[in-house]
Structure formats: C-alpha cells, structure tokens
C-alpha cells in the first residue's frame, strides 16, 4: 500500500500562486505515476496534471497548460505542483493520486487539500 499526504492549499488572491506538495509513504517503488486531481462544488473530479515517477514526463490539462508546473523530488518521495496565475476557476479540493501501471485508473488517493483562489 501507499499513502499520500498533500499539504501546502489555502487562500489566494486571482493572479497569485501556491504550491502544494504530497508526500508518499509505503510502498512507494510500486509506483509508476503519481498525479493530481481536483474537484469543485457541484462539478465532477477532474485530472489536472501527472509525472511519471522515474523519467519525470509530465502531462497536464489543456486548462492549466502554462500556468501549472508538476514536479517530483524522487529522494523525499515528494511530489509538486506549483500553480501560478490563479483564476478563481481553479477554486477546488486538490487531490494527490498514484498508480501502479499506466491507465485511466488511479490505485491510491490522498485526503485532499482546499484550494480557494478570490477574485
């Protein structure tokens, strides 16, 4: 098993920027793609961004192309996302995720962290 722990959400003005993190425990070789997704009110969970976690390929929804950066530091079994020119559209629970093999299907999630960007 794996477990993710996301941190770094919280207030933000529209423009501004924010960091989240998500560290992984446990079985943590077992992974092969570790990612992000979020969910706001009344609208359903949505992929935002993934890294594979040992070539560091990157893919990233077309809504935040340009402004989002995911990375991952390998040695603190850490992953980032860095958002940068936030809209109060990416107002939403950030969900950090991995997965065992490569698909549409995520084998592990985190608790997830708010995210609120005011306008």
């Known amino acids: 098993q794996v477990q993710l722990v996301e941190s770094g959400g919280g207030l933000v003005q529209a423009g501004g920027s924010l960091r989240l993190s998500c560290a992984a425990s446990g079985r943590t070789l077992s992974i092969y793609r570790m990612g992000w997704f979020r969910q706001a009110p009344g609208k359903e969970r949505e992929f935002v961004a993934a890294?594979?976690?040992?070539?560091?390929?990157?893919y990233y929804a077309d809504s935040v192309k340009g402004r989002f950066t995911i990375s991952r530091d390998n040695a603190k079994n850490t992953m980032y996302l860095q958002m940068s020119n936030l809209k109060p559209e990416d107002t939403a629970v950030y969900y950090c995720?991995?997965?065992?093999?490569?698909?549409?299907?995520?084998?592990?999630w985190g608790q997830g962290t708010q995210v609120t960007v005011s306008s």
């Open positions: 890294i594979s976690w040992s070539a560091g390929r990157t």
């Open positions: 995720v991995g997965q065992i093999s490569f698909g549409p299907k995520w084998d592990y």
